[in-house]
């Protein structure tokens, strides 16, 4: 069984369209993230929901909206496509909020803006 | 400069070789992670350490949190080893900051 898993795998949209990611957990986990990696293939924090409340939010534009539905699912909503939001999407997961534990991670959205 | 900071950025290994992958980061964390991302894209998580070292079959991690520095081994490499290795420190609000990523290829 897939423990994070993200849909869609590849996504080709136009600029100016909305698109959503969607992620879910099996695992339990009480915390979800978003991250962005870029084609230099740095992996950077967008946001972080724990327990359904957003705890973490880097500084994205507004037009990325994280919605978390319950805690085994965190989706992202991207309005008004940029071809500067091409990269590659990963969800993850983790165990509560204020433990340390392993982060385990979906297989990654790419997006392409053309 | 990142907060975390890794090298070599990229390493040629022959099969059989013994591989060392650093990591060192400049803030105070609470665990430190090592993360595999194979060529088909997918990110696995090796390890995570907030002290001392770690085994798990022909990798090993170890920390110093006195010198703020980590490595990864890999010993006895082979070409199913070759993958971006990246290094990631859970720092304040639990949030992971990630190294550039180290691309090993190993060739048999």
């Known amino acids: 069984d897939t423990a994070v898993s993200q849909t869609p795998k590849y996504l080709v949209t136009q600029m100016g369209n909305d698109k959503s990611i969607k992620c879910e957990q099996n695992?339990?986990?009480?915390?979800m993230y978003w991250y962005k990696q870029d084609s230099k293939k740095f992996l950077k924090i967008m946001f972080s929901?724990?327990?359904?409340?957003?705890?973490i939010n880097e500084t994205v534009p507004n037009r990325f909206s994280p919605k978390s539905p319950d805690k085994a699912h965190l989706n992202l909503h991207i309005n008004s496509l940029e071809l500067g939001d091409s990269a590659v999407y990963f969800c993850a997961s983790s165990q509560a909020q204020g433990k340390v534990t392993e982060a385990f991670f979906g297989q990654g959205t790419r997006l392409t803006v053309v | 400069k990142n907060e975390v900071e890794q090298s070599p950025q990229n390493l040629t290994a022959q099969e059989g070789e013994f591989i060392t992958i650093n990591c060192s980061y400049s803030?105070?964390?609470?665990?430190l992670h090592w993360l595999q991302q194979h060529p088909g894209g997918g990110i696995v998580s090796l390890f995570m350490l907030s002290s001392g070292k770690k085994k798990h079959g022909r990798l090993i991690a170890t920390i110093n949190i006195q010198e703020k520095h980590s490595s990864l081994h890999i010993t006895a490499s082979h070409p199913r080893d070759s993958a971006v290795y990246i290094c990631?420190?859970?720092?304040?609000?639990?949030?992971?900051?990630f190294g550039a990523g180290t691309i090993l290829r190993v060739k048999s």
């Open positions: 803030v105070g964390i609470s665990a």
């Open positions: 695992l339990g986990h009480d915390t």
């Open positions: 929901y724990n327990n359904k409340e957003l705890i």
């Open positions: 990631a420190v859970r720092s304040g609000g639990n949030k992971l900051v």
